[in-house]
């Protein structure tokens, strides 16, 4: 069993390794053009680093999830669930319309 979790964390810090790290599609400087603000400059982007680290985490789904599993366990328990019911009721109407 120890040897198992030794193991694990072995491979998980070799892929943690082997990841690049994420950039942003903008270079530093860049003028964005949201069309926010009525009046003043648009925003500019930012050198990756100025940025919050949760920020590259974001469309990460697995991240986010792993994340929310060990913070609260009924809430992720709870976003499973509807997950589940979601795809049951859409396959029960795909069904329905089939016969």
Do not use: H
């Not at 019911?85 to 089939?98: A, D, E, G, P, V």
Request: a positive charge.
């Amino acid at each position: 069993m120890l040897s198992m979790i030794f193991k694990r964390r072995i491979c998980s810090s070799v892929v943690a390794r082997n990841v690049a790290a994420v950039q942003s599609s903008c270079v530093e400087g860049t003028v964005l053009n949201l069309k926010i603000k009525k009046n003043g400059q648009e925003p500019v982007a930012l050198a990756d680093s100025e940025y919050p680290s949760w920020l590259w985490d974001c469309l990460d789904a697995q991240k986010m999830d792993d994340q929310l599993k060990t913070e609260d366990v009924l809430r992720w328990r709870k976003k499973q669930l509807k997950t589940q019911n979601t795809k049951r009721i859409k396959n029960n109407n795909f069904l329905s319309t089939m016969g």
